[in-house]
């Protein structure tokens, strides 16, 4: 659940946060026109989104990884469009909302309805894919595994949602314009240049007849190398630059809003202005917290979900010629207990047993499975679960083939111990590579 509630979050924020901030300031400086061409962009987005999810996940196609470099191409077109409209047609006050648009303010708001369009085909295909995809175990859609997952898929997007609807009602209902303006400029050139950080890297190789002065070679790639490790380190740094400029709106959106500065002429329009102040104030602080609990999810959840759990020490056992021995009183206490043996390759290769619970029988696995490797088991609460994906086992199941279930080692009772074969433990070695 919480590892889809931080994912869906991190990857929407932006978006969510641009398309939000156009929409308001298309709408304040072109009215019903301005609306139209964003929301028009809008559902352009999400329509060709849906259908890009569609195909990854019904066909047997693979997209090559290089289409989101063309993607950040288009981010930085759509981009250079828009400031360049905003710049030359943006400044110009319509004496109504029926007043016909120019065809540069029709540009400008054609590259911000394209823009939007494609800030969320950038993202949002691949969160319309995550229920496809979710570690059920093989238990199906109707299972406890799956429902959890999409919980937190669906509390991320609902989440955002109400978030970019009150960013929307900030930025469209603070007096001064320019605020919501540069903030989306701001923002937008902040992540334009992101996407810049990424865009020449698969074409690097294949650029040559460029003849820039940098090694073409997949260790080396000059600036465009420095610029690439910069952002790939420092990916979280754009999201917290958004989140302090959508900060500063909503507190410079309270502070106009602390006292009346219009004229009245009488108390009841006092009253009336008062009233819509403390309306205003509520949308501000109601936005920081929406803001606050977006920054908690993507660093306090998502440290806790991403947090590397410690293995238990590797237990005790006596090795007799071809067999591993272990006395069944230090095992028969329903936990987890960790076992490993160094190879002559200095490989070492772990294995689990636990016994398992109303029976005399004992689970017993390599450290590893089929699906996540050599992640490891741990002990929560009684549960044995996976360290990489955070899966549950069924304890009852452990010795048996499938799933993200521990690969199965056999074990024989005898004298009071269990025996392993050496040989089948040391055939487990390739999985600890």
């Known amino acids: 659940m919480l590892k889809y509630l931080w994912m869906v979050t991190q990857d929407l924020f932006l978006p969510v946060t641009f398309v939000s901030l156009m929409h308001a300031v298309l709408g304040r400086q072109f009215g019903k026109k301005g609306w139209g061409s ?10 060709a989104s849906a259908m890009l999810a569609w195909f990854k996940n019904t066909s047997n196609r693979i997209i090559s990884s290089h289409w989101n470099h063309v993607i950040y191409g288009i981010i930085m077109g759509f981009t250079l469009a828009f400031l360049l409209f905003l710049l030359l047609f943006g400044r110009r006050k319509r004496e109504t909302d029926s007043d016909p648009l120019t065809f540069g303010e029709w540009l400008l708001c054609l590259a911000g309805a394209g823009l939007s369009a494609a800030w969320i085909f950038f993202k949002l295909p691949g969160v319309m894919g995550y229920p496809f995809n979710f570690n059920t175990m093989g238990n199906g859609y109707w299972s406890w595994y799956y429902m959890q997952r999409l919980l937190g898929w669906a509390l991320a997007l609902i989440l955002l949602a109400i978030y970019a609807h009150l960013l929307y009602e900030c930025a469209l209902q603070i007096k001064k314009a320019k605020v919501p303006r540069l903030v989306l400029v701001l923002g937008t050139m902040w992540n334009a240049f992101y996407c810049f950080c990424y865009f020449f890297v698969p074409f690097v190789s294949r650029a040559k007849w460029l003849k820039w002065p940098i090694k073409y070679s997949a260790e080396e790639y000059g600036w465009i190398r420095k610029l690439t490790q910069f952002a790939s380190k420092n990916s979280m740094l754009f999201i917290w630059t958004v989140a302090v400029l959508v900060l500063i709106l909503a507190v410079l959106f309270f502070a106009e809003n602390t006292k009346v500065t219009e004229p009245y002429d009488n108390p009841a329009q ?21 803001l606050a609990a977006i920054v908690l999810i993507l660093s306090l959840v998502k440290q806790y979900d991403t947090r590397v759990i410690e293995l238990s020490p590797p237990e005790t056992y006596t090795v007799e010629g071809e067999e591993i021995l272990i006395p069944m009183e230090t095992v028969s206490d329903g936990h987890l207990h960790r076992f490993e043996y160094q190879t002559e390759n200095g490989v070492n290769i772990r294995w689990i047993v636990v016994k398992k619970p109303g029976s005399a029988s004992f689970g017993t696995g390599l450290d590893a499975c089929e699906v996540c490797g050599n992640a490891g088991y741990f002990e929560r609460n009684g549960q044995v679960v996976c360290r990489r994906c955070d899966v549950v086992m069924n304890i009852n199941t452990i010795g048996f083939k499938g799933g993200c279930n521990p690969i199965p080692i056999s074990y024989e009772v005898r004298n009071g111990n269990l025996v392993f074969s050496l040989p089948e433990i040391l055939a487990g070695e390739r999985e600890f590579r």
Do not use: C, D, Q
Request: charged share 25%; glycine share 6%.
């Open 270 to 290: 006092h009253r009336k202005l008062r009233a819509r102040n403390r309306r205003h104030r509520r949308l501000a602080v109601t936005t920081a917290v929406f």
């Open 38 to 47: 964003n929301w028009t962009g809008i559902s352009l987005g999400i329509l």
